[in-house]
């Protein structure tokens, strides 16, 4: 385990998912099969894949006082995760996510927030020491948003890295933006922040570009399959993936995220920090559901052996 420290404020969902061929048009009703329940929520996946990949975790989320809250704050402990700052919130239901996953491996997602809309500035308040201590915050966007922007300014004012994966895709203020030092959003998600269609390596440099101009220091592009565009201060190139046949895209860029800032916490450098996020999500594409895919340390590590030679 790093002895360098991470906090991940983020949300804890279940996860309902249903495979079908093709995904449904409007009006249409079609069969699905392998039907399945399993714990995620951007927040919580990051957390299980930096508590799997070695990470010093602390998670700050809140579940429902549902059994399934209770089943998901058990199994975070089993991943090696500090769940103190997880409260049950009493009247409310654990957040939800419906997902569809069609013959390609993509998904389709519809969310309920629950309890994830009780992580207020003020519930973070209570666990502002943890931020405080932390060397780094990580943060996605299925919490509200001016918790993400208290949170991003406390730990920028404690000089903790403030690590954003801004996702799901939405406009964000520059205000928080400058708060924040490496910022990890797929292609739809950068376009959403810049405007600029990701196509190519100039496309991605391009948005890259902007987001420093906002004050962020570290940009990573994910780009799927093809790898990932890395910029630290306007100098960029791509990082190539790892092939493989996936079966399950759910929690890929989550398992990217986790395991990238695990690295990076260790003091690998980002280039190599990259490659051990992009093994850590090709195993997890290889598997089916959310946080069931996320792969531990030393199943990472033997992949990165095999394919180093």
Same mark, same amino acid.
């Given at each position: 385990?790093?002895?360098?420290?991470?906090?991940?404020?983020?949300? +804890?969902?279940?996860?309902? &998912?249903?495979?079908?061929?093709?995904? !449904?048009?409007p009006g249409e009703t079609i069969t699905g099969k392998d039907y399945r329940i399993s714990f995620g929520g951007k927040g919580a996946n990051q957390a299980v894949a930096a508590g799997r990949s070695g990470a010093n975790i602390t998670f700050i989320a809140c579940v429902g006082d549902d059994d399934i809250g209770k089943q998901v704050c058990r199994q975070? @402990?089993?991943?090696? +995760?500090? &769940? =103190? !700052?997880?409260?049950?919130?009493?009247?409310t239901n654990t957040g939800?996510?419906? &997902?569809?996953?069609?013959? @390609?491996?993509e998904n389709v997602i519809a969310i309920d927030a629950g309890a994830n809309a009780a992580v207020t500035p003020d519930y973070l308040n209570k %666990?502002? =020491? =943890?931020?405080?201590?932390?060397?780094?915050?990580?943060m996605q966007l299925e919490t509200p948003l001016e918790t993400i922007l208290a949170a991003a300014k406390l730990a920028k004012q404690n000089d903790t890295l403030v690590a954003l994966n801004p996702a799901p895709a939405r406009e964000l203020s520059d205000e928080l933006l400058a708060n924040i030092d490496i910022i990890t959003p797929n292609e739809t998600e950068a376009e959403q922040l810049t405007g600029i269609t990701i196509v190519n390596s100039d496309d991605a440099n391009n948005a890259a570009g902007l987001l420093h101009a906002k004050g962020i220091r570290?940009?990573?592009?994910?780009?799927?399959?093809?790898?990932?565009?890395?910029?630290?201060?306007?100098? /960029?190139?791509? +990082?190539?993936? %790892?092939?493989?046949? !996936?079966?399950?895209?759910?929690?890929? /860029?989550?398992?990217?995220?986790?395991?990238? &800032?695990?690295?990076?916490?260790?003091?690998?450098?980002? %280039?190599?920090?990259? $490659?051990f996020g992009h093994a850590a999500a090709a195993i997890a594409v290889t598997r089916?559901?959310?946080?069931?895919?996320?792969?531990?340390? $030393?199943e990472i590590d033997a992949f990165l052996a095999t394919r180093q030679g």
């Amino acid at each position: 385990m790093s002895a360098n420290k991470l906090v991940v404020l983020g949300s +804890i969902n279940a996860d309902h &998912i249903l495979n079908v061929n093709e995904f !449904p048009r409007p009006g249409e009703t079609i069969t699905g099969k392998d039907y399945r329940i399993s714990f995620g929520g951007k927040g919580a996946n990051q957390a299980v894949a930096a508590g799997r990949s070695g990470a010093n975790i602390t998670f700050i989320a809140c579940v429902g006082d549902d059994d399934i809250g209770k089943q998901v704050c058990r199994q975070l @402990k089993l991943d090696n +995760i500090d &769940i =103190q !700052p997880i409260e049950s919130i009493n009247g409310t239901n654990t957040g939800v996510a419906m &997902i569809f996953v069609n013959g @390609k491996g993509e998904n389709v997602i519809a969310i309920d927030a629950g309890a994830n809309a009780a992580v207020t500035p003020d519930y973070l308040n209570k %666990y502002r =020491q =943890q931020v405080i201590d932390a060397d780094v915050l990580l943060m996605q966007l299925e919490t509200p948003l001016e918790t993400i922007l208290a949170a991003a300014k406390l730990a920028k004012q404690n000089d903790t890295l403030v690590a954003l994966n801004p996702a799901p895709a939405r406009e964000l203020s520059d205000e928080l933006l400058a708060n924040i030092d490496i910022i990890t959003p797929n292609e739809t998600e950068a376009e959403q922040l810049t405007g600029i269609t990701i196509v190519n390596s100039d496309d991605a440099n391009n948005a890259a570009g902007l987001l420093h101009a906002k004050g962020i220091r570290k940009v990573i592009i994910t780009l799927g399959s093809r790898g990932a565009w890395v910029s630290i201060d306007g100098i /960029g190139s791509l +990082i190539e993936g %790892y092939k493989v046949e !996936p079966v399950d895209t759910i929690a890929a /860029g989550d398992t990217f995220n986790g395991a990238l &800032i695990t690295a990076m916490l260790e003091g690998q450098e980002l %280039y190599q920090a990259v $490659k051990f996020g992009h093994a850590a999500a090709a195993i997890a594409v290889t598997r089916r559901g959310a946080q069931p895919s996320v792969p531990w340390r $030393k199943e990472i590590d033997a992949f990165l052996a095999t394919r180093q030679g």
